[in-house]
């Protein structure tokens, strides 16, 4: 990850424990606040952000990075145990995609 995405997920991060921690946030049922605990890059540009909740607790974000675009810059969500079902099922499909667009290069 270079050094300049590694700053932006810095921030974005941050700023996700900034709007999480409004107590008055909805579905905050339990007035948790949020700090980042650790980033732990995975690639160059995805990232789990592990976030240290005042319960205790603590809450994972997956952060991807859309490099170009509007959408440009880092993105994320709280995965559930489906979507991570979901994800391990996805890299049998895009293999098989890269397998047959190779014939076509």
């Known amino acids: 990850m270079n050094k300049s995405i590694a700053k932006?997920?810095?921030?974005?991060?941050?700023?996700?424990?900034?709007k999480f921690?409004?107590?008055?946030?909805?579905?905050?049922?339990n007035n948790?606040?949020?700090e980042v605990n650790e980033v732990i890059p995975m690639s160059?540009?995805?990232?789990?952000?592990?976030?240290?909740k005042n319960t205790g607790k603590i809450g994972v974000a997956f952060f991807y990075y859309i490099p170009k675009g509007m959408s440009k810059g880092?993105?994320?969500?709280?995965?559930?145990d489906s979507h991570l079902n979901g994800m391990g099922s996805f890299h049998f499909y895009k293999l098989q995609?890269?397998?047959?667009?190779?014939?076509?290069n």
Request: charged letters at 35%.
């Open 97 to 104: 995609a890269e397998r047959i667009n190779y014939k076509k």
């Open 8 to 18: 932006e997920l810095k921030i974005a991060a941050e700023d996700v424990a900034k």
């Open 74 to 80: 880092w993105r994320y969500f709280f995965p559930t």
């Open 32 to 34: 948790e606040t949020f």
């Open 44 to 52: 160059d540009h995805t990232a789990a952000v592990y976030f240290k």
């Open 21 to 29: 921690s409004i107590l008055d946030r909805e579905q905050n049922f």
